[in-house]
């Protein structure tokens, strides 16, 4: 009896003993994008942060625009701990001060200074806005492929072309370049109105913000040419459509993944260490392949194929920035002006 009562007692600490440990593993939240992203961080990225650093993730999916607002919703007590957002709503984000400083760690000292977006965020990942077009299309009528903001402008993409809304971050960089080829910007923005109304407008077939429905566009051979990302373009790619992706000579603009601690977090350092995680040159790869974003990191390394499309290499220092600090209190009268004069 007393063997069994021993025997019982030990059994007995020892679920006390790992219901203490249990008790005392950390969860954090991290926001992010949903369908491929959301697969690939609970599949390949997630449980090897986990096993690494004893805590656990809960994963959070929502576009952008989603997860800004829950920040904006759960303000002053946060349910996030990490947010990724594409880099004009993390520039608002951290405006709103929703954004906690992010520490200097030695992965950070390999990372492309473009993708430094200030004390508070980081890009983990560039996608280019430039120009996606159909291979065959193009052979077919032997036309020379565009290389230019402008060419957007010429007759013979009348009702094949595709710009998407300016709701959506590629039909703003598309206004944004117009108006800087018109000599104005950010800043000044009415040529850009004007060049995309008077002369890019009669070419669009429809402002399409649906990725889904652009692909489809493509492949029932409606569109020959769109303004669209890299990494939307290599998916489009993958299906087994003979797509390819223009890196227009002004620049092709730099759209980041990006990632911040959020303010207030329980578990700030595994949020710090969660970043540093995304941008080590293995996981870089990982995001590239599926997410179709170049690195970050100088030290990843892309095959000779996803090197040929996405932002990688010497094609970084290409790449254009726009202003967010101009654009975002601007956005929402733009849209509305966009409606009026764009999409009448």
């Known amino acids: 009896m007393k063997l069994k009562r021993n025997i019982l007692l030990a059994a007995t600490a020892m679920c006390f003993l790992a219901s203490a440990a249990h008790a005392q593993t950390k969860t954090l939240t991290v926001g992010g994008y949903g369908g491929s992203f959301e697969t690939l961080m609970k599949e390949l990225i997630i449980p090897e942060f986990e096993k690494a650093h004893d805590v656990k993730i809960a994963f959070v999916a929502g576009n952008s625009t989603e997860n ?109 370049m117009l108006a800087r080829d018109a000599g104005g910007g950010e800043a000044d923005i009415d040529p850009g109105f004007k060049a995309m109304a008077d002369e890019v407008a009669p070419n669009v077939l429809v402002f399409e913000p649906s990725s889904g429905r652009m692909s489809e566009l493509f492949q029932s051979g409606e569109i020959a040419l769109s303004v669209w990302g890299s990494g939307r373009t290599k998916s489009l790619a993958d299906t087994g459509f003979n797509a390819g992706f223009i890196y227009p000579k002004e620049g092709a603009v730099a759209l980041m993944l990006a990632a911040c601690p959020v303010v207030e977090s329980d578990a700030p350092e595994e949020a710090q260490a969660f970043i540093d995680y995304l941008l080590e040159p293995e996981i870089q790869v990982k995001l590239a392949d599926v997410m179709g974003s170049g690195p970050v990191n100088k030290k990843a390394e892309l095959s000779p194929e996803m090197a040929a499309s996405l932002p990688y290499g010497e094609k970084i220092s290409t790449l254009v920035t726009v202003d967010w600090d101009v654009i975002n209190p601007k956005r929402q009268d733009w849209t509305t002006r966009w409606s009026r004069e764009v999409e009448q």
């Open 68 to 176: 800004l607002a829950r920040l904006q919703a759960q303000k002053g007590a946060q349910e996030l701990d990490v947010v990724i957002l594409d880099d004009g709503p993390m520039y608002q984000a951290d405006a709103l001060g929703f954004c906690a400083p992010i520490v200097k760690s030695p992965v950070k000292d390999d990372i492309y200074e473009i993708a430094d977006l200030g004390a508070n965020s980081i890009g983990i990942g560039f996608v280019a806005t430039g120009f996606t077009y159909s291979k065959d299309w193009f052979e077919k009528k032997g036309w020379d492929l565009p290389t230019s903001w402008e060419d957007l402008k010429d007759p013979k993409y009348s009702q094949i072309l595709v710009v998407p809304p300016i709701s959506n971050t590629y039909g703003l960089h598309a206004l944004v």
